[in-house]
């Protein structure tokens, strides 16, 4: 057989392939997690995406003021293979980001805080990378070098982040030196 026919009978083996009904092609990712809990984590965390949610403080210890009088709401705004990025606001306080991002084939966790004019505040990109302990519905972000620096005995933090096996509730905590000190959980049923 010529290689014209041959490349002929390949086009049209394609062709039929991606005839209708099939999915389109998609690209592979050039971006990976080492772990595959991690990366099951990360691709449901990416279902929300698009999503708006109203949360309510659970938790909130002796250590800080608390929220619960406040309306809490998290965006899950951008989603592609390297970030998830979820804008969380507290009541008219816009300034927070939770950022789950895909670096050097690790997950990691932090916390952008910006000022009304869009400027880095000072105790910012706090957070930590996920450990090892983790299930592809719930991650723990023990604080990294740079956190312990940054907020007085934050090296001690570790953030646990759940999303409900049902997907019908997303919880965000945080413990210090095996304190509870915060909880929120977001009712993912509702979508504002």
Not at 8 to 13: D, E, G, N, S, T
Not at 105 to 116: K, P, Q
Request: charged residues 25%; negative net charge.
């Amino acid at each position: 057989m010529s290689k014209k026919a041959t490349l002929i009978i390949a086009i049209a083996f394609l062709a039929a392939a991606c005839g209708p009904g099939s999915p389109p092609a998609r690209e592979t990712s050039t971006v990976s997690l080492e772990s595959e809990t991690h990366r099951a984590f990360f691709d449901h965390l990416a279902q929300l995406c698009g999503q708006t949610f109203a949360g309510e403080q659970v938790f909130r210890s002796h250590h800080g003021a608390g929220w619960g009088h406040l309306e809490l709401i998290m965006h899950v705004r951008v989603c592609d293979d390297s970030q998830i990025l979820i804008p969380f606001h507290v009541g008219e306080d816009k300034s927070r980001t939770w950022m789950f991002l895909v670096e050097e084939g690790r997950l990691r966790f932090r916390h952008d805080h910006r000022h009304e004019d869009g400027t880095p505040e000072d105790e910012t990109l706090y957070g930590g990378y996920a450990d090892d302990t983790g299930t592809p519905f719930v991650q723990h972000f023990p604080a990294d070098e740079y956190t312990g620096t940054l907020i007085e005995g934050g090296e001690g933090n570790v953030w646990t982040v759940m999303v409900s096996e049902d997907f019908s509730t997303f919880t965000y905590l945080l413990e210090r030196d095996g304190e509870k000190r915060f909880r929120i959980d977001f009712d993912l049923t509702k979508p504002l």
